[in-house]
């Protein structure tokens, strides 16, 4: 008895499922930093504006197969060093093989953090409902300080 198997179309299957997993990721990432930008869904308190710095630098990447398939710093632009410190932290930072990074590149947003103001904690909450609710595989989600 001769047993013949075809996998044509299983290749194309399998980058499907990946294009779907990498846009759910992407989508979360982006969500929570648009929503640490504008809302504080931490409970920690709101720090007070004054540069503006600390506000226009959070951003995400998302990382596969420990390559960054998004990077996503939407700083407006009149803050192009905010953006540029984080976008550094992002891709020359320590990062997974697979999963997502969040960061504020500003120097003194750990400090801030420390004081009990949110900083990164409501992009932290976002990510992680997104993530659950939204991508169905093992992903972890990597927290850089």
């Known amino acids: 008895m001769k047993v013949t198997v075809d996998l044509s179309g299983l290749d194309s299957f399998i980058q499907e499922v990946e294009d779907e997993i ?3 990721l992407i989508d ?3 969500k929570a930093v ?3 930008k504008v809302r ?3 409970g920690k308190k709101t720090y007070e504006n004054h540069t503006w710095n600390l506000r226009n630098a959070p951003g995400a990447a998302v990382i596969r197969n420990g390559e ?3 990077l996503y710093v939407p700083a407006d632009g009149e803050h192009a060093e905010a953006k540029a410190k984080t976008e550094n932290l992002l891709i020359y930072g320590k990062r997974p093989k697979n ?4 960061a504020d590149g500003m120097e003194y947003a750990s400090f801030v953090s420390s004081k009990g103001f949110d900083v990164m ?5 976002v990510l992680e409902r997104e993530v659950k609710e ?3 595989t093992n992903i972890k989600v990597k927290w850089q300080d």
């Not at 999963?99 to 969040?102: C, D, E, F, K, S």
């Open 22 to 24: 990498n846009q759910g």
């Open 28 to 30: 979360a990432a982006h």
């Open 34 to 36: 648009d929503t640490q």
């Open 40 to 42: 504080n869904e931490s």
């Open 68 to 70: 960054i398939v998004d």
């Open 99 to 102: 999963g997502i990074v969040a």
């Open 121 to 125: 904690d409501t992009a932290r909450h």
């Open 134 to 136: 939204n991508v169905t």
